[in-house]
């Protein structure tokens, strides 16, 4: 019997990484990719210590050459591609209007339009055999953060909303599903990226306080909800949108 595989966008840290090893466990073979090189390559051997096997790649999911030139090259014989999760994301943030507009077309373009073109490639690979594609979305996709300034952001996750829907219609009947894990506030690099480091504790505390469940979420209960979007035991579900949030999006902010 083949290995499925599964390729990761992202995979060098957090969420990405997270599932790459949990993929591991559950039998994926794993091709980890993330702008950073050297830290896809520790996720591969990660996944490795733990007796996975896989590949590591040094990608730029907004290098559409790279992106369909990596896919080319997996050992698709060996193990057909059935699985993508797309972690890479990036967030930059700032009052719009004095968002530099550069900034806004990077965060477009890693979130939104590198999402796409490994999709394409995806697909391509894909639609002989059937697979399962997980989209990384975000509760700014559905609301306003009480910190503000995620209007590109906001809008990169709103593009990716909108992409699992309609590629869940036209590739079900394929045999792909596609769906999108929405995870809520989660211990990364990137929940970290727009607040200066000695703001770090003090926003940790409040946002645990504003979370239902009382806490942040740890990449790992991020991965088991993808690994079940992923795996067979989700076969009847395409075209969702997950929230593995802690109660964030289902939480109005009004107290009486
Ligand atoms: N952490 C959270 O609270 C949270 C909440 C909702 C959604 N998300 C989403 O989860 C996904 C993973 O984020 P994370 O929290 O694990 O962050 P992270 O910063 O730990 O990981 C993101 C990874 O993406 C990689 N990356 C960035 N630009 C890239 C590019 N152009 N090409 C390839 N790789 C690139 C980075 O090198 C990094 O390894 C993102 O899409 C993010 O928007 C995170």
């Not at 926003?203 to 088991?224: S, T």
Request: aromatic share 6%; proline share 5%.
């Amino acid at each position: 019997m083949t290995t499925p595989a599964l390729f990761i966008t992202g995979a060098g840290s957090g969420i990405g990484r997270a599932v790459s090893l949990a993929a591991a466990r559950d039998g994926w073979y794993v091709h980890a990719a993330d702008i950073d090189h050297a830290a896809a390559a520790q996720t591969l051997e990660q996944v490795e210590q733990r007796g996975g096997h896989g590949t590591g790649h040094g990608l730029d999911v907004t290098d559409a050459a790279a992106v369909a030139q990596t896919f080319t090259a997996l050992d698709s014989a060996a193990a057909p591609l059935r699985g993508l999760f797309t972690a890479a994301g990036i967030d930059t943030g700032g009052a719009a209007h004095e968002l530099d507009p550069a900034v806004w077309r990077r965060v477009l373009e890693v979130n939104a339009t590198g999402t796409f073109l490994v999709v394409q490639r995806a697909l391509e690979a894909m639609m002989p055999g059937g697979g399962s594609i997980v989209l990384c979305g975000s509760p700014a996709a559905q609301v306003g953060f009480a910190a503000g300034g995620a209007t590109a952001y906001g809008a990169s996750k709103g593009a990716i909303s909108s992409m699992t829907r309609t590629l869940a219609v036209d590739y079900a009947p394929f045999g792909i599903r596609v769906n999108a894990i929405v995870p809520g506030p989660t211990e990364t690099p990137l929940m970290w990226a727009n607040v200066p480091p000695a703001e770090v504790d003090r926003m940790r505390d409040q946002v645990e306080r504003e979370v239902p469940l009382g806490r942040m979420a740890q990449p790992e209960e991020i991965a088991e909800s993808v690994l079940w979007l992923l795996s067979d035991r989700a076969s009847y579900t395409t075209g969702s949108l997950l929230p593995c949030d802690g109660g964030v999006l289902a939480k109005s902010s009004i107290s009486v």
